[in-house]
């Protein structure tokens, strides 16, 4: 077994065994005392965005309880905690998931799409948050496109999440659903998509002009 393969694989088992024995959960059932001293409660945002990546939780869980602690003014401390949980795994893929084909596939997405265009389509599109950072440092994603794409393509997640946290008396995990509507979820993703709409149409008029020329050389 490579080295990177197998670091590769003790981050995947430290996920699922994270994601396993730690739930959400155990954030929600503290959140009303978490969130009643705002020290704390940014103390504890900081320590979870640290975290959060080796747990596979959801980033939006850090926006509802930004939400639920200090209202809608917390939006942009939200999106900030959202950015930096994103980047560990975005630089983990980059050092050690370089090289063979998915990486191959990726740097040529990236050239069609552009960068931060591509890595913001990507985080409006709803996959998970940390396959959308895998996936950019394996495409050698540049860091501040990185950061850039990723901060506005979790704009909706992140006012989202905030409003929703806000919005309730008591946290649950089951605030979740209240960011997750379907409708919303299909509306944001429609965003993803018209902005990938663009470049996808001028790469498809380019191959096909590449084409013609080469059967015309031919004939």
């Known amino acids: 077994m490579t080295r990177t393969r197998f670091i590769a694989g003790g981050v995947i088992a430290a996920l699922a065994i994270g994601a396993f024995v730690v739930s959400p959960a155990a954030v929600t059932e503290r959140a009303a005392w978490v969130a009643a001293d705002p020290v704390r409660l940014v ?37 900030a905690l959202i950015v930096a949980t994103s ?13 063979g084909r998915l990486a191959e596939i990726g740097e040529e997405a990236i050239s069609v799409t552009g960068t931060v265009r591509g890595v913001t389509a990507s985080r409006l599109i709803p996959l998970p948050s940390d396959v959308v950072s895998v996936a950019s440092g394996v495409a050698n994603v540049p860091l501040g496109a990185f950061v850039l794409g990723t901060a506005l393509g979790e704009i909706p997640w992140a006012v989202a999440g905030v409003v929703a946290g806000a919005s309730v008396e ?5 605030s979740l659903d209240a960011v997750l509507h379907p409708e919303f979820i299909a509306l944001i993703a429609l965003g993803g998509v018209a902005l990938l709409v663009g470049p996808a149409y001028r790469y498809y008029r380019e191959n096909r002009e590449n084409e013609r020329a080469n059967v015309g050389q031919h004939q």
């Open 43 to 79: 103390a504890v945002a900081l320590a979870l965005a640290a975290i959060r990546p080796f747990l596979a939780w959801p980033t939006t869980l850090l926006a509802l309880l930004i939400g639920y602690g200090f209202g809608p003014i917390g939006i942009p401390f939200a999106l």
């Open 87 to 99: 980047i560990p795994p975005y630089l983990v893929a980059r050092r050690y998931g370089r090289g």
């Open 170 to 174: 008591t946290l649950t995990t089951e």
